[in-house]
């Protein structure tokens, strides 16, 4: 995200508008140039019900979980069946190495989970013995670019046990119907050292600006998304989120934590 105040007020100003139509059981479509483009029903899809962040989440796998490292099928996913044999990676345990934060509601169930991992949970390889980073420009893809080796290969198969561990769910806290959005979603919200670690990996190609403010940082709230062989993610345009991160006793989330940043470049990673 970059820290544009305009774009920040005017994200704003579009939330307040929304919880206006809302309570008056409506539904409308917003655009923020030139990324954001979003359609959200009257539906309850809150994604931070801080009432329940506050609350003590049970811990034990939610109801809502669709496949995990307890149940999935390995001919749909070989990488999970090859990671689990894995001896050398870690086995990861709720409470450990992660833990819910809150459960959100999506378009049909209200026990989403959303997961924070533990600093550490994930081990990331020392920088000197990595392989460097480096941007090769997407053709066809006005702005676009790919950036290579953010992640070792043993560093992803950590990213994958972990979220599997987590667990996956068919329902998500987004408004694109299923018949748009067809696959498996996992919320986390990454640790700072996790997250700002990637971040200052990337950031050498990254513009120094996005809509007039200073690149500052990847939003926390990852959104993992897992396509089964029959899945499929039909035409869309990304929205835009503000900067989230833990409330103050660790047990909510808060939507908007700096006040100052909104996400303007969609990043998507492959592991």
């Known amino acids: 995200y970059s820290t544009s105040m305009d774009r920040v007020r005017r994200a704003r100003s579009m939330e307040v508008l929304y919880g206006q139509i809302r309570a008056m059981g409506g539904q409308f479509t917003f655009s923020c140039s030139p990324c954001s483009c979003s359609t959200i029903p009257s539906s309850p899809i ?3 019900s801080m009432a329940m962040g506050r609350a003590a989440i049970a811990m034990g796998r939610s109801a809502a979980t669709t496949s995990s490292v307890d149940s999935f099928d390995p001919s749909k996913n070989p990488t999970l069946a090859r990671i689990l044999q894995d001896a050398k990676l870690p086995s990861y345990a709720e409470g450990e ?6 459960l959100v509601s999506g ?3 209200s026990d989403l989970p959303i997961f924070t991992s533990v600093p550490g949970a994930i081990v990331l390889d020392e920088e000197a013995e990595r392989k460097p980073t480096s941007r090769v420009e997407a053709d066809g893809v006005p702005g676009g670019f790919v950036i ?3 992640l070792s290969p043993g560093e992803c198969d950590q990213l994958v046990k972990l979220s599997e561990t987590m667990g996956f769910t068919e329902d998500a806290p987004v408004s694109l119907a299923r018949n748009i959005r067809h696959n498996e979603n996992c919320m986390w919200l990454a ?3 996790l997250c700002d670690t990637l971040f200052e990996r990337c950031k050498p190609h990254f513009p120094p600006e996005a809509e007039g403010g200073e690149v500052c940082g990847l939003n926390a709230y990852w959104r993992l998304y897992k ?3 029959e899945d499929i993610f039909r035409l869309h345009t990304d929205g835009s989120w503000p900067g989230s991160g833990l409330t103050a006793d660790g047990n909510g989330i808060v939507r908007d934590m700096y006040g100052d940043r909104w996400s303007h470049l969609t990043m998507q990673g492959g592991a």
């Open 227 to 229: 396509y089964n062989p």
């Open 97 to 102: 190495h992660f833990r819910v934060v809150t």
């Open 46 to 48: 809150c994604e931070f």
């Open 191 to 193: 640790d700072p050292i």
């Open 107 to 109: 378009s049909k169930r």
């Open 148 to 150: 290579r080796d953010i």
